[in-house]
């Protein structure tokens, strides 16, 4: 039994099941960190955190050193991690990486693993979801729907067949 098997992937073979864990290590350890990057080390990042931290109902005065907390911790997690210490530039381009090497993998597939779903999809539509959508962090990735249509139309295909009341609204 591999670790992580669900009802979703019990009928995956040895080689579906290495591309699985292929492109989960990189959306998870890679694309995902690149996107924590973005929200904290960065300044627009900081600046978008900045604005949703006084949208919410936190006294005036601790907005600053929450914010400070809270970029210390997440620079010393991003260091720890490895991706701080590449510029602005390498990260992105990593991230661009990793949506290139997702759209190859999918192809013309309808799911990454092959014609049926898996938990493998689940995590890839959250982060195409947040790659795509989130216009105000990821401002320089939501370009790349347009470059990797195949990807833009798995996004669609995945939110008609799971989330339909999120087709045709805002994000």
């Given amino acids: 039994k591999h670790a992580g098997n669900n ?3 019990a009928d995956l073979d040895d080689e579906q ?4 864990r292929l492109v989960g290590n990189t959306l998870s350890q890679s694309l ?3 996107m924590l990057y ?8 900081r600046n978008v955190f900045r604005r949703q931290l006084s949208e919410q109902k936190i006294p005036r005065p601790l907005r ?10 997440m620079h010393a997690q991003l260091m720890g991690h490895g991706i701080a210490r590449y510029s602005c530039a390498q990260v992105l381009e990593r991230a ?4 290139a090497t997702v759209s190859q993998i999918l192809g013309s597939k309808p799911f990454i693993l092959g014609d049926q779903p898996s938990s493998t999809d689940a995590l890839l539509y959250a982060m195409l979801v947040l790659v795509f959508e989130d216009r105000e962090l990821q401002v320089d990735l939501t ?3 347009y470059v990797y249509p195949n990807l833009a139309a798995y996004v669609e295909r995945m939110r008609k067949r799971y989330v339909p009341e999120l087709d045709k609204k805002e994000l």
């Fill in 32 to 34: 995902f960190w690149c």
């Fill in 143 to 145: 370009s790349t729907k």
């Fill in 17 to 20: 099941r290495a591309m699985a």
């Fill in 7 to 9: 009802d979703m992937d």
């Fill in 96 to 99: 661009r990486d990793d949506i």
């Fill in 38 to 45: 973005n929200k904290f080390d960065t300044n627009r990042g």
């Fill in 64 to 73: 600053p050193i929450i914010s400070a907390m809270a970029f210390r911790q």
